[in-house]
T-cell receptor, first 109, second 117 residues
């Protein structure tokens, strides 16, 4: 079957770095997405990886290893506004997104 | 940009009534629109996928007669929750993909919070 695993909750300190891991199993693969979702709001796009390696975008970076079925989202210089849920989603061979349950990130001062 | 709007943002209705939710892509033509439901502290659950001019494809376990989807144009899809019950109370989110993008990024609407009394 198709499956996405990511931690349920993580806590980090303001100004620090945090890495949110995601492993996936899908029928075919057409890329890995990370979305940020604040409570009560819709998800917003953060990143897309389809090739192995690290993609850096400001304070956020995303990494993909297709052979390992593994991705991570790296958040640097954490700010209080980064407190949110981070959703990992893999796109299968039918271009359908398979969603993880999300990782709730709590930032402490 | 790629803006998707949803209307209404919040709706409260009585049990047994029907509620229509609109999803519009404001500045692009959407090849496909998706309807999701999200319960508190849970991830998005895909309900159905719709393409303009054709019948929606519903996910397993989603009643197509209860959740009516109409995709009348490349910029508008509607979800009608018929004979709503309290267990239908949820956050409903639509998303759309753009014709021009090769990697099918989904652009999300702001969501509609439905409360059925």
């Amino acid at each position: 079957g198709q499956n996405i695993d990511q931690p349920t909750e993580m806590t980090a300190t303001e100004g620090a770095i945090v890495q949110i891991n995601c492993t996936y199993q899908t029928s075919g693969f057409n890329g890995l997405f990370w979305y940020q979702q604040h409570a009560g709001e819709a998800p917003t796009f953060l990143s897309y990886n389809v090739l192995d390696g690290l993609e850096e975008k400001g304070r956020f970076s995303s990494f993909l290893s297709r052979s390992k079925g593994y991705s991570y989202l790296l958040l640097k210089e954490l700010q209080m506004k980064d407190s949110a849920s981070y959703l990992c989603a893999a796109m299968d061979s039918n271009y359908q997104l398979i969603w993880g349950a999300g990782t709730k990130l709590i930032i402490k001062p | 940009g790629a803006v998707v709007s949803q209307h209404p943002s919040r709706v409260i209705c009585k049990s047994g009534t029907s509620v229509k939710i609109e999803c519009r892509s404001l500045d692009f033509q959407a090849t496909t629109m998706f309807w999701y439901r999200q319960f508190p502290k849970q991830s998005l659950m895909l309900m159905a996928t719709s393409n303009e001019g054709s019948k929606a494809t519903y996910e397993q376990g989603v009643e197509k007669d209860k959740f009516l989807i109409n995709h009348a144009s490349l910029t508008l899809s509607t979800l009608t929750v018929t004979s709503a019950h309290p267990e239908d109370s949820s956050f409903y989110i639509c998303s759309a993909t753009r014709l021009e993008l090769s990697y099918n990024e989904q652009f999300f609407g702001p969501g509609t919070r439905l409360t059925v009394l």
